[in-house]
């Protein structure tokens, strides 16, 4: 887990809790507003987004931008006989991601 403070919310879901500290509201009180941007037509699956897109530009393949972004692979070859990456190499595909005037390794 990166976020080892976040709790499951009352159904068992991870994803409501990180919303909620990521964005809070409209109002500016989330991680988004404070640290990232004002503009309010952006929202977390505009990082996603953002992510998924950098990955595709520089030519990670489409298997492993899939795996990252939690969707599944309907392919009976790697979808249904290929086990997950293992954790190391899909941290090796995230190290790759750059952005001009943003330094990453900080964030973690």
């Given at each position: 887990?990166?976020?080892?403070?976040?709790?499951?919310?009352?159904?068992?879901?991870w994803?409501?809790?990180?919303?909620?500290?990521?964005?809070?509201?409209?109002?500016?009180?989330?991680?988004?507003?404070?640290?990232?941007?004002?503009?309010?037509?952006?929202?977390?699956?505009?990082?996603?987004?953002?992510?998924?897109?950098?990955?595709?530009?520089?030519?990670?393949?489409?298997?492993?931008?899939?795996?990252?972004?939690?969707?599944?692979?309907?392919?009976?070859?790697?979808?249904?006989?290929?086990?997950?990456y293992?954790?190391?190499?899909?941290?090796?595909?995230?190290?790759?991601?750059?952005?001009?005037?943003?330094?990453?390794?900080?964030?973690?």
């Amino acid at each position: 887990r990166l976020w080892m403070n976040l709790k499951q919310d009352s159904r068992g879901r991870w994803y409501r809790n990180f919303a909620n500290w990521f964005l809070k509201s409209n109002l500016g009180e989330g991680f988004l507003r404070m640290y990232v941007t004002k503009d309010d037509k952006k929202d977390f699956h505009s990082l996603r987004h953002t992510v998924l897109n950098t990955l595709k530009q520089i030519e990670v393949n489409e298997t492993m931008i899939a795996e990252i972004a939690g969707h599944s692979n309907s392919s009976i070859t790697t979808g249904r006989y290929g086990k997950s990456y293992d954790v190391s190499k899909l941290k090796d595909v995230i190290d790759l991601i750059q952005y001009e005037g943003v330094e990453l390794f900080k964030l973690s």
